[in-house]
């Protein structure tokens, strides 16, 4: 198979039909036709069926897919690089992060590097923890910032800021509780949570044998704060997200383990370019913890 032909098929799943990935190639309908008859005839099996409006991928359709989105990423990000090189620049970094990401202290390494490292440049992908480490495991990414919990085999971590969890709502129903509250507080109210908190929030409640209205359980930090600024309910958020939004109130959690780390995280398993390994070092340095090994810490200054 040829990369004009993965070109096709992109267009094809991305537009729905043959004739959408004609218009956003600027070519007529039946080259494209052609490519993708004979890149099926290639692979020796159905790639799709055309259906009344639009076209079904068959299994091994979402396979190829799957493929064919990583390798015409590759290889405009490698024909980016080589116009960076070409340019005298260092190419660029391929970097994830999380919706609730963000923090200050990521901000201060980011400055930190651009102060030594000017010609590097930056392709970020946003996206939830667990998409972005399947980003990772793909190589769509070199390196991601995401929020715990993670499972972390294989994984080089620096924990940048360790962030309480909040509950944060409009100011007619935060304001009246005290500075600090638990989840037992609030559990008149309807909740706005993260799915992957969904489990640990259930078993506080159950411990303390409270019933809670779970109004919307989802995966990002800004629908959040968009239905608790709605009014809607009261968003358990991380603090550092607080400052996106203007008008919540927030009240901190005093359960001890309603806690999550912000972290910069790359495979062990993989190589990354020069930038992104200078990117990784950089946090090394900045996020140093009294409990790094020696060897660690000698490692990091090299």
């Not at 490698?78 to 992060?97: N, V, W």
């Not at 919540?248 to 780390?261: A, H, T, V």
Request: one cysteine or more.
């Amino acid at each position: 198979m040829t990369m004009e032909q993965l070109y096709f098929f992109a267009a094809l799943v991305e537009e729905g039909t043959i004739s959408g990935a004609a218009r956003r190639l600027h070519m007529s309908q039946p080259p494209v036709s052609i490519q993708l008859k004979n890149l099926e005839n290639e692979c020796g099996i159905r790639l799709f069926e055309r259906g009344a409006r639009q076209i079904t991928l068959t299994d091994a359709g979402r396979v190829l897919y799957n493929y064919a989105q990583k390798i015409v990423e590759l290889k405009t990000s490698a024909e980016d690089d080589m116009k960076s090189l070409k340019a005298g620049k260092k190419g660029s970094i391929r970097l994830g992060i999380a919706s609730s990401g963000t923090c200050e202290e990521f901000i201060r390494g980011v400055a930190a590097f651009r102060a030594e490292h000017e010609n590097i440049s930056f392709k970020v992908y946003d996206d939830n923890t667990l998409e972005l480490l399947k980003a990772m495991e793909k190589q769509k990414i070199e390196l991601a910032v995401v929020r715990t919990p993670f499972p972390k085999k294989g994984l080089d971590v620096v924990s940048m800021v360790n962030d309480r969890i909040v509950a944060a709502g409009l100011p007619e129903m935060i304001d009246h509780l005290p500075e600090e509250i638990m989840i037992k507080d609030v559990k008149d109210k309807p909740l706005i949570i993260y799915r992957r908190w969904e489990k640990l929030i259930r078993e506080n409640i159950d411990h303390e044998k409270i019933k809670v209205d779970f109004l919307c359980i989802n995966d990002d930090s800004r629908t959040s704060l968009q239905w608790a600024e709605a009014g809607l309910g009261v968003a358990l958020i991380p603090e550092s997200i607080l400052p996106l939004s203007h008008k919540l109130s927030f009240r901190r959690l005093s359960e001890e383990n309603f806690s999550s780390s912000i972290c910069l995280i790359k495979r062990q398993d993989r190589r990354v370019s020069e930038g992104a390994e200078e990117f990784y070092r950089t946090f090394q340095k900045m996020f140093f913890k009294e409990d790094m090994s020696l060897m660690d810490y000698i490692n990091i200054q090299k």
